[in-house]
Nanobody
């Protein structure tokens, strides 16, 4: 199975920035969408930002309300990679950030739904101090 690997996490102070990277190696099909999720211990994994790879919505992105206008997701089609630029970080952004991949069709209404993704990376930790 093709692997997914995240990188770029770290510790920053509130107001700082980080850029996360996610590489999807040896894709075994046509990627429909890739999405960043985050999880804090004791809480459910939540969708942060997702982006479409093909179809009428190709290149379009969707964001959770809590990160809109602070985070920007982008993609590299040739490398099956996605990136998450996080600006103006807040302590509540702290968590383990996971990258997920779905082949073929992705629905706009479900792009931030963790139940729609069969393939996951191991995560990268982001810690924001006040």
């Amino acid at each position: 199975q093709a692997q997914i690997e995240e990188s770029g996490g770290g510790s920053v102070q509130a107001g700082g920035s980080l850029r996360l990277s996610c590489e999807s190696s040896e894709s075994s099909g046509r990627i429909g969408c890739m999405t960043w999720f985050r999880q804090v211990s004791g809480k459910e994994r939540e969708g942060v930002a997702g982006i479409f790879f093909f179809g009428g919505a190709k290149g379009r992105a969707e964001y959770a309300d809590s990160v809109r206008r602070r985070f920007t997701i982008s993609r590299d089609d040739n490398k099956n990679s996605v990136f998450l630029l996080m600006n103006n970080l807040r302590p509540e952004d702290t968590g383990m950030y996971y990258c997920a991949r779905r082949y073929d069709v992705c629905m706009w209404s479900d792009i931030l739904n963790r139940e729609e993704y069969p393939d996951w990376g191991h995560g990268t930790q982001v810690t924001v101090s006040s």
